[in-house]
């Protein structure tokens, strides 16, 4: 625990001005990040009597080493530096946000051609337009099926369009008249875009303009006594207004509005947030954090808002967002957020009327979010905390294994040797931590030489990543190599308290013994056997036999099973890899373009190898040296025995530059 006067910067060091702040570790690791109008007062806060601090900012000024700053221009520069800073190094003292899940999204995608409607998940699209996020994927559909009559647009995918392109013929969405049928020209692509776009709008909230434009059609219709057209109007009308009635009108004035509300107790925060267009609810989300650092409401609000909005622009960001707290400087957040929409947003706290109620049902949401969470996690938390005990109690450590990594060996008859690195903290896996090793040291199958290697390599980094002074560097390995000091989250700078391989007895003492080589005795090595599920320890004849009941074992089982699932993966993917590879990569110069160019003119590499030289000239883009570099290589890339596919027996042909079933 380190002593905040040892690094306390001098006085009058510290500028009075805007600016944005870093604490690091003695890893030179950020673990907090945070901005202030003065610096010179904000950071006098942290440099107090201990005793005078909140726990929480106690434990950070503690454990970090030392503090540096950025000065800024004004307060918007700072929020935005702020945001920037938390979203590249993670501090893991700093409240962030995260989705419990993925949420659905209305997409439609205005960077093709032919627009396509579609759910979408994951990060946004430049070029896309969102609508959203939904609970459920159910409920997108239900509402896409209903307004296809009126807005026919493109849903199939880029394969399936492609084909009917080919075939000449539309899909039954183009028959049963919910699709225009872009694919056999029944519409231009201006066309169908101005559907696209009309489809956007209408999601938007601007509704009462197509509704009232298809019931003057309708009557236009029956006026000229075309029946069977006013009927089928009607029935678009009926089938929008459905789509309406599934989002009832919340706020009278068709208002285009955010909601976030909170749900807090001393260790963690529930927001959530309902966005409204055109005065209907569009969709909600929300998230859980701990309280890591020592924050209010108006921070947490604030956090909120960088999170949510950190990445979105024009109309993504409201003309109006409701919080239940104001941020310390709500106008620079206010000013920070009109630049990000382009146009003036207003910040504020509902006081009355519809919005005011609005909100109430935000908070309920906020509070059952949180609750739910609670019993969910208290149950977790409980079965966790057992299982680390007991593991801890049946290696003989003295605490419980805060952070176990697992390694599995994979490969397939000697060909193709790799190894994954799985972690797990707090009984959890962490999949940003997760590692993959290709085996350098030799050729061949030797699981225990293996395992070895990767244990040794693992530390090696650890050692060159604590050294901060690089006096430890081992060789000219570059996995090896200390990287640069830039206070990112390192790849292998957090050392475990329990290294568990997958494998018995000989694969424990190689661990061991690639440990004992580096100087390390303070990781723990144990081997999970997978015939009778058997734990090994270095030096031991006798394996330790945990009770099949036990959580525990559970939690070695899981962590096991985690390692070897990755490493299978990874090994296939490198051999898929190898299999597709194609003789023309060895031609130097011959880029894929050209290779695409030469496969598609022969069909094949096996016709290929039978042209001469000039054939290969006729080829567009193929010079006479080229041609003969492509007939060298051809020829001293003898032809591979046929692979074959191990799971269903069949042979893999050559086709397409390489080999295809």
Same mark, same amino acid.
């Given at each position: 625990?380190?002593?905040?006067?040892?690094?306390?910067?001098?006085?009058?060091?510290?500028?009075?001005?805007?600016?944005?702040?870093?604490?690091?570790?003695?890893?030179?690791?950020?673990?907090?990040?945070?901005? $202030?109008?003065?610096?010179?007062?904000?950071?006098?806060?942290?440099?107090?009597?201990?005793?005078? !601090?909140?726990?929480?900012?106690?434990?950070?000024?503690?454990?970090?080493?030392?503090?540096?700053?950025?000065?800024?221009?004004?307060?918007?520069?700072?929020?935005?530096?702020?945001?920037?800073?938390?979203?590249?190094?993670?501090?893991?003292?700093?409240?962030?946000?995260?989705?419990?899940?993925?949420?659905?999204?209305?997409?439609?995608?205005?960077?093709? /051609?032919?627009?396509?409607?579609?759910?979408?998940?994951?990060?946004?699209?430049?070029?896309?337009?969102?609508?959203?996020?939904?609970?459920?994927?159910?409920?997108?559909?239900?509402?896409?099926?209903?307004?296809?009559?009126?807005?026919?647009?493109?849903?199939?995918?880029?394969?399936?369009?492609?084909?009917?392109?080919?075939?000449?013929?539309?899909?039954?969405?183009?028959?049963?008249?919910?699709?225009?049928?872009?694919?056999?020209?029944?519409?231009?692509?201006?066309?169908?875009?101005?559907?696209?776009?009309?489809?956007?709008?209408?999601? =938007?909230?601007?509704?009462?303009?197509?509704?009232?434009?298809?019931?003057?059609?309708?009557?236009?219709?029956?006026?000229?006594?075309?029946?069977?057209?006013?009927?089928?109007?009607?029935?678009?009308?009926?089938?929008?207004?459905?789509?309406?009635?599934?989002?009832?009108?919340?706020?009278?004035?068709?208002?285009?509005?955010?909601?976030?509300?909170?749900?807090?107790?001393?260790?963690?925060?529930?927001?959530?947030?309902?966005?409204?267009?055109?005065?209907?609810?569009?969709?909600?989300?929300?998230?859980?954090?701990?309280?890591?650092?020592?924050?209010?409401?108006?921070?947490?609000?604030?956090? =909120?808002?960088?999170?949510?909005?950190?990445?979105?622009?024009?109309?993504?960001?409201?003309?109006?967002?409701?919080?239940?707290? !104001?941020?310390?400087?709500?106008?620079?957040?206010?000013?920070?957020?009109?630049?990000?929409?382009?146009?003036?947003?207003?910040?504020?706290?509902?006081?009355?009327?519809?919005?005011?109620?609005?909100?109430?049902?935000?908070?309920?949401?906020?509070?059952?979010?949180?609750?739910?969470?609670?019993?969910?996690?208290?149950?977790?938390?409980?079965?966790?905390?057992?299982?680390?005990?007991?593991?801890?109690? =049946?290696?003989?450590?003295?605490?419980?294994?805060?952070?176990?990594?697992?390694?599995?060996?994979?490969?397939?008859?000697?060909?193709?040797?790799?190894?994954?690195?799985?972690?797990?903290?707090?009984?959890?896996?962490?999949?940003?931590?997760?590692?993959?090793?290709?085996?350098?040291?030799?050729?061949?199958?030797?699981?225990?030489?293996?395992?070895? /290697?990767?244990? =040794?390599?693992?530390?090696?980094?650890?050692?060159?990543?604590?050294?901060?002074?690089?006096?430890?560097?081992?060789?000219?390995?570059? /996995?090896?190599?200390?990287?640069?000091?830039?206070?990112?989250?390192?790849?292998?700078?957090?050392?475990?308290?329990?290294?568990?391989?997958?494998?018995?007895?000989?694969?424990?003492?190689?661990?061991?013994?690639?440990?004992?080589?580096?100087?390390?005795?303070?990781?723990?090595?144990?081997?999970?056997?997978?015939?009778?599920?058997?734990?090994?320890?270095?030096?031991?004849?006798?394996?330790?036999?945990?009770?099949?009941?036990?959580?525990?074992?559970?939690?070695?089982?899981?962590?096991?099973?985690?390692?070897?699932?990755?490493?299978?993966?990874?090994?296939?993917?490198?051999?898929?890899?190898?299999?597709?590879?194609?003789?023309?990569?060895?031609?130097?110069?011959?880029?894929?373009?050209?290779?695409?160019?030469?496969?598609?003119?022969?069909?094949?590499?096996?016709?290929?190898?039978?042209?001469?030289?000039?054939?290969?000239? /006729?080829?567009?883009?193929?010079?006479?040296?080229?041609?003969?570099?492509?007939?060298?290589?051809?020829?001293?890339?003898?032809?591979?025995?046929? $692979?074959?596919?191990? $799971?269903?027996?069949?042979?893999?042909?050559?086709?397409?530059?390489?080999?295809?079933?």
């Amino acid at each position: 625990m380190a002593d905040p006067s040892s690094y306390r910067p001098k006085p009058g060091q510290i500028p009075d001005s805007p600016g944005v702040y870093r604490f690091r570790d003695e890893h030179r690791r950020v673990i907090y990040v945070g901005k $202030a109008k003065s610096l010179r007062q904000r950071l006098a806060n942290y440099f107090q009597d201990l005793a005078g !601090l909140h726990p929480r900012t106690r434990s950070m000024v503690t454990t970090a080493a030392s503090v540096e700053w950025t000065v800024v221009s004004t307060e918007v520069e700072a929020l935005q530096l702020e945001y920037s800073w938390i979203k590249e190094y993670d501090p893991r003292f700093n409240v962030k946000y995260r989705d419990d899940k993925s949420y659905p999204y209305l997409a439609v995608t205005l960077n093709e /051609e032919f627009p396509r409607v579609q759910v979408m998940r994951g990060a946004k699209r430049k070029g896309v337009r969102y609508f959203g996020p939904y609970a459920h994927a159910w409920a997108i559909r239900e509402t896409v099926d209903l307004m296809l009559r009126v807005f026919p647009v493109r849903t199939c995918s880029a394969g399936v369009f492609k084909n009917h392109v080919q075939k000449g013929r539309p899909c039954l969405l183009g028959y049963i008249g919910k699709c225009s049928a872009p694919c056999v020209g029944r519409v231009t692509p201006e066309e169908h875009r101005e559907l696209a776009e009309e489809f956007c709008d209408f999601m =938007a909230g601007r509704t009462g303009t197509y509704i009232r434009r298809l019931e003057k059609q309708m009557m236009a219709a029956a006026e000229e006594m075309e029946y069977e057209k006013a009927a089928r109007l009607r029935d678009d009308i009926e089938a929008l207004k459905r789509a309406l009635e599934k989002n009832a009108v919340v706020l009278a004035d068709a208002t285009d509005a955010d909601l976030i509300a909170l749900a807090e107790d001393e260790l963690e925060a529930a927001v959530q947030i309902f966005h409204v267009r055109g005065g209907r609810v569009r969709g909600q989300r929300g998230w859980v954090t701990d309280k890591v650092e020592n924050v209010d409401t108006a921070g947490l609000v604030e956090h =909120a808002l960088q999170q949510l909005y950190g990445e979105e622009s024009g109309d993504a960001v409201p003309k109006e967002v409701l919080v239940p707290a !104001l941020p310390e400087d709500d106008g620079a957040v206010t000013q920070w957020l009109s630049g990000r929409r382009g146009s003036a947003v207003s910040l504020r706290i509902p006081q009355r009327g519809d919005k005011k109620a609005l909100m109430e049902t935000v908070e309920r949401n906020a509070l059952q979010a949180l609750a739910l969470h609670k019993t969910k996690r208290a149950s977790d938390l409980t079965t966790r905390s057992r299982a680390l005990e007991e593991i801890a109690e =049946a290696l003989g450590l003295d605490s419980a294994p805060l952070r176990i990594e697992c390694f599995d060996i994979s490969h397939l008859q000697g060909e193709d040797v790799v190894a994954s690195m799985v972690v797990f903290e707090d009984g959890l896996a962490r999949k940003s931590e997760y590692r993959r090793f290709q085996i350098k040291g030799f050729e061949g199958q030797d699981d225990v030489r293996s395992m070895h /290697e990767v244990i =040794a390599r693992r530390f090696k980094r650890y050692l060159a990543e604590k050294d901060r002074t690089g006096e430890w560097i081992g060789g000219d390995d570059p /996995e090896t190599q200390a990287p640069e000091d830039d206070g990112r989250p390192k790849k292998f700078a957090y050392p475990p308290q329990l290294v568990v391989v997958d494998g018995g007895q000989p694969q424990v003492a190689a661990a061991q013994r690639a440990l004992d080589e580096l100087g390390i005795d303070d990781v723990a090595v144990c081997g999970l056997a997978k015939r009778l599920e058997e734990v090994w320890l270095p030096h031991d004849d006798d394996p330790v036999v945990l009770p099949r009941s036990s959580e525990g074992l559970y939690l070695l089982q899981r962590v096991r099973d985690t390692a070897h699932d990755f490493a299978i993966r990874y090994q296939r993917s490198k051999r898929t890899k190898r299999i597709r590879t194609s003789p023309l990569d060895a031609v130097p110069g011959l880029g894929e373009t050209r290779k695409q160019a030469l496969i598609k003119h022969f069909g094949s590499v096996k016709r290929l190898r039978q042209a001469t030289i000039e054939q290969i000239c /006729e080829v567009p883009g193929m010079g006479r040296k080229t041609a003969e570099s492509v007939v060298v290589a051809l020829a001293q890339a003898a032809p591979a025995a046929p $692979a074959v596919n191990t $799971a269903t027996g069949e042979i893999i042909e050559e086709n397409d530059g390489g080999r295809t079933t």
